[in-house]
């Protein structure tokens, strides 16, 4: 790939001052940095960059407008680098356009490689990735959600379910697709056949309805979800805790 022209776009000079000392060594051509949004828009214009990596928070103008101006901009891919991780902000990122929204802090160099997904691929599908304080928190809030339905540890199911509520978080989109996407990408995790993982997942949303705690389900959403003689899915399962956790901020 030719050098990579980039735009930084954030309010602390210290942050972009690191990533442009990092995606030079790296052979990135950086064209400009800025606080401003208005700035930004304009040096967009004039550079059509081919990715622009921008907080939410600027001066003057915010990055959703910044977003807007881009639309009709067919060559500059946005990621959105932001502390902000409520889901309507998240969402509105996508909407707007934004190819992937990073939660700080983050890992720099698997922001390189989220710059490279992309500039490689034609696929419309936004991602959001967390850093590693943040993943800990969603595999805690996932372990006090299974506790809560009674999905135990010891099944293989445990793992894979997690897993796939992991990954419907980071991309929501993935749930259109869970025989095609989402098992086979556990399945290539743990060295197994999707249909296995899919058996698994089953086997553990069975335990848990089997172990009658479906009040605690109830509970667990804030609605009469199910009876005890209605199963979910394991599309529906995963939708449901992934939804539950991306609106309260996970």
Known sequence: MKNITVILADEEQ??????????ERDGYQVLAMTSDGEELIDLIKIHTPDVVLMD????????????????GNKKTKVIVQSSLSIDGFINKAISLGAKYYCIKPFDIETLKDRIHDVLNTD???????????TTNH??????????????????KGYQFLREAIKLAIANPEIINSITKKLYPTI???????????????????????????????NNLFGIKVY?????????????????????EGA
């Open 227 to 247: 009876s005890s003689n209605e199963k979910p899915t394991n599309g529906e399962f995963i939708a449901l805790v992934a939804d539950k956790m991306l609106i």
């Open 14 to 23: 210290n942050t972009m001052e690191e990533m442009k000392k990092s995606f």
């Open 123 to 133: 696929n419309k599908e936004t991602r959001v990735f967390f850093n590693a304080k």
């Open 138 to 155: 969603i595999e805690e809030k996932i372990t006090n959600i299974f506790i809560t339905v009674g999905i135990p540890a010891h099944i």
């Open 56 to 71: 939410i928070v600027l001066q003057k103008c915010d990055g959703f407008k910044v977003l807007e101006s881009l639309a």
């Open 187 to 217: 399945a290539e995790k743990y060295d197994t056949s999707a249909s296995k993982v899919e058996r698994a997942i089953r086997h553990a949303i069975e335990v848990a309805w089997n172990r009658g705690k479906i009040e605690n389900i």
